[in-house]
């Protein structure tokens, strides 16, 4: 399984070396990574189905529980079929849509990590390498909403997307550590037999309150649901792939995930149906108002999502095997209405409902593709989406006092979608042709085939619902820890309440779509409201807090080096000063320091008059001069106290700081008195203060008593273990050679900024 | 500062100044010394034969941009570090000793070339923001 995952890295990676050369050439062999994928997962489905959990397990961090562990049972194996059916027919199906762009083998690489992220999201065990993948996706969702990249607004929607979902991910990180820190271990498959522990502890109400919040913005829930509709600045594929199918169910799979180990508590279930429940019909009640195929669809698969989170919450075997369903329901139908809108947009140049007319005379495969979806989308017999309509109902209507109000919200919202899928799915294809539309050309088949056999799906998946309950509804609903042997799926019930209550959404929603029509004075009224949404009053406090930060950061980076150099000096003297004052004992035993040589008493004295001639002589070079007096002195006490190592690299230094300062300041002009009187005053007593306290913590340090425990141990053990007599060099290459390493990295960084700074000239007229 | 006394004696200075430097690089896991001295020394040895003959003729003897030796140097500190943990599967960084002694380096270990790989960074960056300090001023 690992492999599986890192076969979509590898070929991203692959194509960020070869992508120039094969221009794209071959977008259409890419389609063999997710197929591939899916036929390795498929292999699956029968030993799954007989009930069977395969595992996979790496060590990675084992210190701290963090570890590669694969699991892959009924949920993660339809979200991995999932991931790679629907990643398959994207992939055949951008090779067209994108054909000749010139950024196609980057498109291709964006897409492919996101593919490996995702199924690596679905397969983890392991808390921490979920959160891992999840960021993955999040990132690389980032990088194809703006993969337009010259659209100002294409790169705005991808930075409100990746703020919202990266706060959600932060979120399930700290959620994670205290789950982790409560049950003792981030394995999920260790967490399922702990979920009444979990739920008397009192970190519970926080641990789901954090988790929520990486479920919630990832799958687009009321009140962070505004990114989604921004994402939708994307190129199609993308929005079907991300937006729509995988991505943002990633926070319903962690919902689902869940459910065993958080879940049956009244305050994961309350808050699931009140934010399902408000995310569904509100974004239900905005697909009437949009104009834009797009928009229509964002809104409608924000109101699914929020079904989705609505049944979860209800958490009944019902409900959850009618989440189940609608997840292939919602993934096959609403894939296929973007797919097709994608290629109107393609072929027709608009995707304004108002002017989209009679395009089955011209697009006459995409409009069966449409018609097919906008039936399931209905729940119209005998698409599987009847079926997912049934159970969504059953689950509802049977839930305790307060059925008849969720029941009377998921029928308004279904009615609403109904409408939607209609507008999307139907309109664009019925009625006359409008004369603008009649040059309009079929697309290649690599475009109009994807969408045709997922529409297909909706339909043999709902006459032969035999195909997916064993294999993949059931062992779903046995994966989160629910007993899920009665389930059996059929179009007919029988006459009963729920037929009556499918009868009357289909009658209203149709009404609805026939009485309504989309315009654009609907979509401008409902604009005013605009400022009262969530998404304007983040932007908001957005624009507030940028202007903080810039007035904050004009404060302190001022440009002038010695005030950068004063507040350091001034907050450690604050500080330091403070804790000195408060806590220190002032015990200085001064018998106990050792007697003044004659050697340490003539550097002492060299070093004074240096300093004195450092700061009153008229001349920069001989100020440098006398600074590196100074350093040399500090190099003699070294060797005086025996450390000749750190003498020696202080002589080198002291030298290549020297020629530095020349350097710098042999080609300003001979002296100018930069800073008045009361400067020079305020920044020696600065300087005298700093002085001070620093003397003042050493001596501090030298009265407390010494733990020699590590340098004792380094010393006993340079010969022994590494070979080497010289404790300093055997330190920095061998007991601690890890940090070496990243100091000589940093060391090169700043190389590189050094060089970058001096050399970049960004104006025209600087260059050389 | 182009006199003739520093011009003549950087010829002689600069390959002495270097095997010094090496010489301290190499005896720096017995007695003090070490890849960073080492390679502190050697930056001077470069900064002072571009003093007395010029920027361009010191870029000329060194072929290659200092620059170069930066990544060089981490590649070569790296795979010493990684090495234990591609070929003998032990942790990352642990130290490996050919058994025998050699004459004058002494223990030939996994260590000397990690030590090399700080010498060369250090080289590469000290050169680098020198050189380019010099350039610009």
């Not at chain 1, 992939?91 to 980057?106: E, I, Q």
């Not at chain 1, 109107?344 to 018609?371: C, E, H, M, N, S």
């Not at chain 2, 234990?84 to 130290?95: E, N, Q, R, S, Y």
Request: aromatic share 14%; net charge positive.
């Amino acid at each position: 399984m690992l492999l599986a995952i890192l076969l979509g890295f590898a070929f991203s990676l692959f194509l960020v070396f070869t992508g120039k050369f094969f221009k794209g050439r071959i977008s259409i062999l890419a389609a063999g990574i997710p197929l591939a994928l899916f036929v390795y997962f498929a292999q699956f489905i029968g030993r799954i189905s007989d009930g069977e959990v395969i595992t996979q397990f790496h060590s990675w961090i084992p210190a701290f529980g963090v570890n590669l562990g694969f699991t892959l049972d009924g949920l993660s194996l339809l979200f991995s079929l999932m991931i790679t059916g629907i990643g398959f027919l994207v992939f055949v199906y951008t090779s067209a849509y994108l054909k000749g762009h010139k950024y196609l083998d980057r498109f291709y690489g964006y897409l492919s990590m996101f593919m490996a992220a995702m199924l690596g999201l679905v397969l983890s065990d392991n808390l921490i390498s979920l959160f891992v993948f999840w960021e993955l996706t999040s990132i690389s969702s980032f990088f194809l909403i703006g993969f337009n990249n010259t659209s100002r607004k294409s790169r705005k929607s991808a930075l409100i997307a990746l703020a919202i979902t990266g706060i959600g991910g932060l979120s399930l990180l700290v959620g994670s550590i205290f789950l982790g820190s409560v049950t003792g271990t981030y394995s999920i498959a260790e967490m399922l037999t702990m979920n009444p522990e979990i739920a008397s502890n009192p970190y519970y109400i926080l641990i789901v309150a954090l988790i929520f919040g990486a479920a919630f913005t990832k799958s687009a829930q009321f009140p962070f649901h505004f990114w989604l509709p921004g994402a939708m600045k994307a190129p199609t594929p993308v929005s079907t792939y991300l937006h729509s199918a995988t991505m943002v169910k990633a926070g319903i799979y962690l919902l689902m995930r869940l459910t065993p180990v958080l879940g049956d508590h009244e305050f994961w279930n309350t808050t699931l149906i009140i934010v399902g429940a408000i995310t569904m019909v509100y974004s239900a009640i905005h697909t009437l108002f949009r104009t834009d195929l797009k928009g229509i669809l964002a809104y409608s698969t924000i109101s699914a999502l929020g079904i989705l989170v609505f049944l979860i919450g209800q958490g009944t075997v019902d409900a959850l095997t009618a989440a189940a369903v609608f997840i292939i329901v919602h993934a096959l139908y609403k894939a296929t209405l973007f797919l097709i809108t994608g290629i109107i947009d393609y072929q027709a140049g608009t995707r304004d409902t108002t002017v989209l007319r009679g395009l089955r005379k011209v697009l006459f495969p995409v409009a069966i593709a449409g018609f097919l979806a906008a039936l399931s989308s209905a729940g119209i017999p005998p698409t599987i989406g009847f079926i997912g309509k049934e159970l969504t109902y059953e689950s509802t209507f049977h839930f305790g006092n307060m059925a008849i109000l969720l029941t009377g919200l998921i029928v308004i919202t279904k009615i609403l979608l109904l409408y939607a899928g209609f507008v999307a799915g139907i309109k664009p294809f019925t009625g006359t042709l409008p004369e603008r539309f009649e040059n309009t050309k079929m697309p290649s088949f690599l475009m109009w085939l994807p969408p045709v056999i997922l529409a297909l799906g909706c339909i043999v998946f709902g006459i032969f619902p035999g195909l997916i309950e064993g294999s993949l509804v059931k062992p779903m609903v046995s994966s989160m820890g629910l007993d899920g042997k009665e389930i059996h799926l059929k179009l007919f019930h029988g006459f009963n309440v729920i037929l009556l209550l499918s009868v009357i959404t289909i009658a209203l929603g149709t009404v609805l779509y026939f009485t309504l029509k989309p315009t654009k004075k609907l979509e401008a009224w409902v604009a005013k409201f605009e400022k009262f949404s969530p998404q304007t009053i983040i932007s908001n406090s957005w624009a507030f807090f940028f202007k903080f930060s810039n007035g904050w950061t004009n404060l302190f980076q001022n440009g002038y080096l010695r005030n950068y150099v004063a507040t350091i000096m001034v907050f450690t003297i604050a500080l330091t000063g403070y804790s000195l004052f408060t806590t220190a004992n002032y015990a200085v035993d001064f018998n106990s320091f050792s007697t003044v040589t004659f050697y340490e008493a003539a550097t002492s004295i060299v070093m004074l008059v240096a300093i004195g001639y450092t700061v009153f002589t008229r001349s920069r070079l001989a100020a440098v001069a006398s600074m590196g007096i100074i350093g040399y002195s500090i190099c003699i006490l070294f060797v005086i106290y025996s450390a000749p190592d750190l003498a020696m690299t202080q002589f080198s230094i002291d030298t290549l700081t020297v020629i530095l300062f020349v350097l710098v300041l042999y080609k300003l002009p001979k002296y100018l008195k930069l800073s008045d009187y009361k400067m020079r005053i305020r920044d020696g007593v600065l300087s005298l203060a700093f002085g001070t306290i620093i003397t003042l913590l050493i001596l501090e340090v030298l009265a407390e008593p010494v733990n020699k425990e590590v340098s004792d141990y380094y010393a006993a053990n340079a010969y022994i273990l590494a070979h080497g007599k010289n404790v300093v060099n055997v330190i920095l290459v061998d007991f601690r050679g890890s940090d070496t390493m990243i100091e000589i990295s940093v060391l090169a960084i700043a190389a590189i900024g050094v060089f970058a700074l001096l050399k970049l000239r960004l104006k025209k007229s600087d260059q050389r | 500062m182009k006199t003739i006394i520093l011009r003549t004696a950087s010829t002689y200075l600069l390959p002495l100044l270097l095997m010094f430097s090496i010489f301290i690089l190499l005896r720096g896991h017995y007695s003090p010394g070490g890849g960073f001295v080492g390679g502190l020394i050697a930056s001077i040895a470069f900064v002072l034969h571009s003093f007395a003959r010029g920027l361009d003729n010191t870029k000329e003897l060194l072929k290659i941009h200092p620059g170069f030796l930066m990544p060089i140097g981490l590649a070569l500190a790296f795979l010493a570090g990684v090495t234990p943990v591609l070929f003998f599967d032990l942790p990352f960084m642990t130290g490996l000793w050919y058994p025998d002694h050699l004459p004058v380096i002494g223990s030939l270990g996994s260590a000397l070339f990690f030590d090399l790989g700080v010498y060369l960074v250090v080289v590469g960056v000290t050169l680098t923001i020198i050189f380019t300090i010099t350039e610009s001023a």
